[in-house]
T-cell receptor, first 112, second 114 residues
Framework: GENVEQHPSTLSVQEGDSAVIKCTYS??????FPWYKQELGKGPQLIID?????GEKKDQRIAVTLNKTAKHFSLHITETQPEDSAVYFC???????????FGRGTSLIVHP | DTGVSQDPRHKITKRGQNVTFRCDPI?????LYWYRQTLGQGPEFLTY????????KSRLLSDRFSAERPKGSFSTLEIQRTEQGDSAMYLC????????????FGPGTRLTVL
């Protein structure tokens, strides 16, 4: 089955800095890669996603890049703000499946 | 509120008791998923439904776990004879058939087994 590794487990940045979270996946058939943000006591919230036919996608301060050959994808947050502090999860879904495999999460702390 | 809702938000029970959780998906979504999340981990898939059909249940954690979606709308997850290791957050998500399979999560039910 699919295996998703996520790094780092904790990321601490100053407000205004950029943050990068990296994930690798094992199943070359995976073709859908969502990213979720989870705040304390809440369920995960989808913030951006990318399909395997696209190399990069951007939405305001967040962007995701995908390298199919290397089987890794990354989340980039620019101009971080304290409200960006949360746990971020990457996931990979194999083609024909509706079941994502999640990484273990990255706790992002943005210091004012 | 048109998001996914879950009830209860918190449940404390004694070992050996049965518990049941409810999930109401977004109304036009025909797929519904259950996940378990333990501290420091990502959501772990348990089972999913398309309409009232349970299409994947081999990843339910044991035969003490069961789920239903009798009319293709809300769903229930039942855990029988709870154990302390069942303590976790139980998340429900829903999605529309086709497209990106974008899943929307509910707030979760936090289960504590004493």
């Amino acid at each position: 089955g699919e295996n998703v590794e996520q790094h780092p487990s904790t990321l601490s940045v100053q407000e205004g800095d950029s943050a990068v979270i990296k994930c690798t996946y094992s199943d070359s058939a995976s073709n859908y890669f969502p990213w979720y943000k989870q705040e304390l006591g809440k369920g995960p919230q989808l913030i951006i996603d990318i399909r395997s036919n696209v190399g990069e996608k951007k939405d305001q301060r967040i962007a995701v890049t995908l390298n199919k050959t290397a089987k890794h994808f990354s989340l980039h947050i620019t101009e971080t703000q304290p409200e960006d502090s949360a746990v971020y999860f990457c996931a990979a879904t194999a083609g024909g499946s509706y079941i994502p495999t999640f990484g273990r999460g990255t706790s992002l702390i943005v210091h004012p | 509120d048109t998001g996914v809702s879950q009830d209860p938000r918190h449940k404390i029970t004694k070992r050996g008791q049965n518990v049941t959780f409810r999930c109401d998906p977004i109304s036009e979504h025909n797929r519904l998923y259950w996940y378990r999340q333990t501290l420091g981990q990502g959501p772990e898939f348990l089972t999913y439904f398309q309409n009232e059909a349970q299409l994947e249940k081999s990843r339910l954690l044991s035969d003490r776990f069961s789920a239903e979606r009798p009319k293709g709308s809300f769903s229930t997850l039942e855990i029988q004879r709870t154990e302390q290791g069942d303590s976790a957050m139980y998340l429900c998500a829903s999605s529309r058939a086709g497209g990106r399979n974008e899943q929307f999560f509910g707030p979760g039910t936090r289960l504590t087994v004493l």
